[in-house]
């Protein structure tokens, strides 16, 4: 009998940060929120898009990459209908896709300030640095 390997939260996150590239989102960070207490999950992964078109091409990306690579599916889906704030709910791991007018707004970097930040550019690499 053929044991599946588990797959970590970390693991997730870089295929959530792959479907929102793969979309040409912007502003893509995770936030390792492993050693913050009372976190609802291991990972924040945050983006922003400039339309509802494109908030909505990147949620749907994203469950792609993840379903292709995982055979996983959110647990639970919110914001489809209005495109301004979508997320999906892997469980460890929670996706954020905001219009940027909204995402300022609702300014979830700094709710959890105590995260440790890793913020990618559009060629996948990682830096500890905002991307502009």
């Known amino acids: 009998m053929k044991k599946e ?3 970590s939260s ?4 870089q295929y959530v940060v792959e479907g929102m590239l793969e979309k040409k989102a912007s502003n893509v960070v995770v936030m390792d929120l492993r050693k913050v207490n009372n976190a609802i999950s291991d990972y924040f992964v945050i983006c922003s898009g400039n339309s509802d078109t494109q908030i909505e091409a990147i949620a749907s990306s994203v469950e792609e990459v993840v379903y292709k690579k995982t055979a996983q599916d959110p647990w639970n889906r919110e914001g489809r209908q209005n495109r301004e704030w979508i997320l999906l709910d892997y469980v460890d791991v929670v996706v954020h896709v905001f219009q940027k007018e ?3 707004f609702y300014d ?3 709710l959890w300030g105590d995260a440790d930040f890793t ?3 559009e060629d996948m690499k990682p830096s500890k ?3 502009v």
């Open 108 to 110: 979830i970097e700094s």
């Open 119 to 121: 913020y990618f550019s």
């Open 10 to 13: 970390s693991e997730l996150s």
């Open 129 to 131: 640095k905002p991307t």
């Open 5 to 7: 390997k588990q797959l």
């Open 102 to 104: 909204k995402r300022s």
